[in-house]
T-cell receptor, first 111, second 115 residues
Framework: KQEVTQIPAALSVPEGENLVLNCSFT??????LQWFRQDPGKGLTSLLL?????REQTSGRLNASLDKSSGRSTLYIAASQPGDSATYLC??????????FGPGTRLSVLP | EPEVTQTPSHQVTQMGQEVILRCVPI?????FYWYRQILGQKVEFLVS????????KSEIFDDQFSVERPDGSNFTLKIRSTKLEDSAMYFC?????????????FGPGTRLTVL
């Protein structure tokens, strides 16, 4: 059964720093992978989707990569801003299972 | 921009009561999903739905749960006899194409509180 871990569990950085969030799957046979943002008590906002044929996706200051051989994904946030403060979730789909979510990384960007 | 909507935003009910959570998926999407997130825990898959039938369901989705697409726009999750442990945030999602390959778009969620 697919398990997803995310490291670190929480992160606090000063504004302007570049940072990397990590996501790891026990089963590397991932069909696609999505990164989401969740603000406290709110829904999930899709940030980036990496499909099985892709290795990375970029949107603005965000870049996500997927190494299918290891089942690892990273989300890179450049020049972080206080508005980036949220919980970041990764989720992946594997054969026979629907989306499996990681526990999230809680990010605080301090002004 | 099209979005998934959910009603109500917050539902409070007594244990043993039936609740229906409603979702309006994005109009041209064909796959629909329900997830739940118990406070402080991971988002968990409940069920996927395509062509008016359940495609997949998790162990959580037992006989107390049912889903329905009663008309061309709504997608509902019914919990027949709520338990305290059903208290959670319930998210609806939809995708345009085959579930494993397409981006899923999530609604804002319904917070269910069972007293």
């Amino acid at each position: 059964k697919q398990e997803v871990t995310q490291i670190p569990a929480a992160l606090s950085v000063p504004e302007g720093e570049n940072l990397v969030l990590n996501c790891s799957f026990t089963d590397s046979a991932i069909y696609n992978l999505q990164w989401f943002r969740q603000d406290p008590g709110k829904g999930l906002t899709s940030l980036l989707l990496i499909q099985s044929s892709q290795r990375e996706q970029t949107s603005g200051r965000l870049n996500a990569s997927l190494d299918k051989s290891s089942g690892r994904s990273t989300l890179y946030i450049a020049a972080s801003q206080p508005g980036d403060s949220a919980t970041y979730l990764c989720a992946g789909a594997v054969d026979g299972q629907n989306f499996v979510f990681g526990p999230g990384t809680r990010l605080s960007v301090l002004p | 921009e099209p979005e998934v909507t959910q009603t109500p935003s917050h539902q409070v009910t007594q244990m043993g009561q039936e609740v229906i959570l409603r979702c309006v998926p994005i109009s041209n999407h064909l796959y629909f999903y329900w997830y739940r997130q118990i406070l402080g825990q991971k988002v968990e898959f409940l069920v996927s739905f395509y062509n008016n039938e359940i495609s997949e369901k998790s162990e959580i989705f037992d006989d107390q749960f049912s889903v329905e697409r009663p008309d061309g726009s709504n997608f509902t999750l019914k919990i027949r006899s709520t338990k305290l442990e059903d208290s959670a945030m319930y998210f609806c999602a939809s995708s345009e194409g085959q579930d494993l390959y397409n981006e899923q778009f999530f609604g804002p969620g319904t917070r269910l509180t069972v007293l």
